[in-house]
């Protein structure tokens, strides 16, 4: 089975906002990004399409044009942040702060989840999609944590490591599990 990851387009949001799973609009460059998006994956055949129920993926599943029905899957939601949505990250109190980035994979923010949750839902959804579409090619309209999460996951990575590379908005990400080992074919393309 191939994977391929598309993170959403840029967000209607201030800059240094934490957003997590809050359902943000996407920003007025989002039919510029979608053609980007469109030309990237113009002649793949895909064998279904996944998204995240938040609308700045939603909104890009359905406008891909793509002649598959969008399958919407709550596990690819991006990391709950809990108190801190849609906070200034600058707001947030820093001894707060600093003692979750230091162990953010078993620690939640207040009234959130852990990014190890995140990661397990990433592979429960990894699991089901190689039992229901092993020879396939999958797309999959997600967020920046989940594909760092998957990601991670395929390099039999550490959490920690999770924000050592950069996850840009409307970039693909392809992982292939046909092999036994499985293995990143790009990321940010």
């Not at 129920?53 to 709550?74: F, I, N, Y």
């Not at 600058?90 to 953010?104: H, K, M, S, T």
Request: charged share 20%; proline share 3%.
């Amino acid at each position: 089975m191939k994977l391929t990851l598309i993170r959403h387009t840029s967000l209607q949001v201030a800059e240094g906002v934490c957003y997590g799973q809050t359902d943000i609009d996407v920003a007025a460059s989002f039919h510029h990004e979608l053609a980007g998006l469109q030309a990237k994956i113009a002649g793949e055949q895909f064998d279904a399409l996944y998204a995240s129920p938040l609308q700045r993926c939603s909104k890009l599943a359905h406008a891909l044009g793509l002649d598959h029905q969008v399958a919407h899957d709550e596990r690819l939601k991006e990391l709950h942040f809990g108190d801190w949505e849609m906070q200034a990250w600058n707001d947030i109190p820093r001894e707060l702060f600093d003692v979750w980035a230091q162990n953010y994979a078993d620690l939640a923010p207040p009234n959130g989840e852990t990014f190890a949750a995140l990661q397990q839902r990433g592979i429960a959804f990894i699991d089901e999609c190689l039992a229901h579409h092993a020879n396939q090619h999958v797309l999959v309209v997600t967020h920046g944590g989940m594909i760092r999460a998957m990601i991670a996951h395929v390099l039999n990575m550490q959490l920690k490591g999770l924000f050592r590379f950069h996850v840009d908005y409307a970039s693909l990400t392809r992982l292939d599990f046909s092999g036994v080992v499985p293995r990143i074919e790009f990321v940010n393309r």
